[in-house]
């Protein structure tokens, strides 16, 4: 008989075996995993309800959700928060239904507008969409040089670029780097920062399955730095900062070349460039390193609201905010950043 059951933050039995399922499906990601349980708890303070189906005393299926609550942004429960893909992870249909008639019934006995599952493919055709996103995942090929003609000549030259510049790659111990070029990139495009101990609870729950790496010039001047992922075969690229001089020396471009060198040199098969907005800058560098877009399927059950939530830049009605949050001070900035993005998720 199928059963539905919850994983307990702290149950660390419980969550190996969760983590066992999640590396032998192939519908689960990186995101799946159980210990961003402890990352929404431990940081951001979300109630979580992390459900796995169990079947003959094997666990058949997963769905990893948590619950967002602001009196600016709304009540929901989302698969999954600070994601870009998660919801049913399942190894049969039974399974999978179960897991989801569970978070409906809990998404309404928690009284929140609407249930989010952020999947990379699309499971239920009558329910509402996001159709804001894209991500670019393509293959790494076995040797290096075949990689660097993949790349689109115009871009490639922009690597070359970057080389002959003599810039640096190094992969950093800790975040301090990576914070400090994240934090003023993104306080730039007047968005709220997430806190420095955010990656620093990545780093130490997910140990060497994330990386930083961080490219200087020759005299060490910071130029560039990007957050990554692993999971089974593949790299994401997930966070990135970048300093006002890495545009004209090319050390954003030279920072990716290093990174799918490096990925390649570990024999990973997959570079997963991470989600965009349609029509963005990010959208059109990563169309111009040769990757295709391919459409993120965000799935609604609306149940206190009429349509699709928009919390994200590209809604006019921030507008006055991220103009506003630009003209904050750094600190500052830095300081309330964690208290707003903790509720957009």
């Not at 190894?91 to 009284?111: H, K, M, N, P």
């Not at 493919?121 to 159709?131: K, M, N, S, Y």
């Not at 003599?166 to 007047?190: I, S, W």
């Given at each position: 008989m199928l059963q539905i059951h919850r994983l307990n933050p702290g149950d660390a039995a419980v969550a190996s075996r969760w983590d066992t399922f999640v590396f032998a499906c192939p519908e689960a990601t990186f995101f799946h995993r159980a210990?961003?349980?402890?990352?929404?708890?431990?940081?951001?303070?979300?109630?979580?309800?992390?459900?796995?189906?169990e079947r003959d005393g094997a666990i058949v299926g997963v769905l990893p959700l948590a619950q967002v609550k602001s009196l600016l942004f709304g009540h929901a429960l989302v698969s999954l928060p600070f994601a870009v893909y998660a919801g049913v992870a399942a190894?049969?249909?039974?399974?999978?239904?179960?897991?989801?008639?569970?978070?409906?019934?809990?998404?309404?006995?928690?009284?929140a507008a609407h249930l989010e599952f952020?999947?990379?493919?699309?499971?239920?055709?009558?329910?509402?969409?996001?159709?804001?996103?894209?991500?670019?995942?393509?293959?790494?090929?076995?040797?290096?040089?075949?990689?660097?003609l993949a790349i689109p000549r115009k871009q490639r030259a922009m690597v070359r670029k970057g080389i002959k510049n003599?810039?640096?790659?190094?992969?950093?111990?800790?975040?301090?780097?990576?914070?400090?070029?994240?934090?003023?990139?993104?306080?730039?495009?007047?968005t709220p920062a997430l806190s420095k101990r955010y990656f620093q609870t990545l780093r130490r729950l997910f140990g060497?399955?994330?990386?930083?790496?961080?490219?200087?010039?020759?005299e060490g001047q910071l130029l560039s730095t990007v957050f990554s992922f692993y999971f089974r075969d593949e790299i994401l690229p997930y966070y990135a900062g970048d300093d006002e001089a890495a545009r004209d020396l090319a050390a954003n471009d030279f920072k990716y070349w290093e990174l799918l060198r490096?990925?390649?040199a570990r024999g990973l098969k997959t570079f997963d460039y991470g989600r965009s907005?349609?029509?963005?800058?990010?959208?059109?560098?990563?169309?111009?390193?040769?990757?295709?877009?391919?459409p993120l399927h965000y799935e609604y059950r609306l149940y206190k609201r009429d349509a699709v939530p928009q919390n994200n830049p590209a809604n006019a009605k921030y507008k006055l905010m991220i103009e506003t949050w630009r003209k904050l001070p750094l600190p500052v900035a830095n300081w309330l950043g964690p208290f707003v993005v903790k509720s957009l998720g």
């Open positions: 210990a961003w349980q402890q990352v929404m708890v431990e940081v951001f303070g979300h109630a979580t309800h992390y459900l796995y189906a190894s049969d249909e039974e399974a999978a239904q179960a897991l989801e008639a569970e978070a409906e019934r809990i998404t309404q006995q928690l009284g952020r999947q990379l493919q699309r499971q239920h055709e009558g329910w509402p969409r996001q159709e804001l996103y894209v991500t670019f995942r393509k293959e790494i090929l076995p040797e290096e040089e075949a990689n660097m003599g810039l640096v790659a190094t992969f950093d111990p800790d975040v301090e780097r990576f914070f400090a070029l994240y934090a003023d990139n993104v306080h730039r495009h007047g060497d399955d994330c990386s930083v790496l961080t490219v200087t010039t020759a490096h990925a390649c907005k349609i029509g963005t800058g990010p959208y059109n560098f990563k169309k111009n390193w040769g990757f295709e877009p391919q």
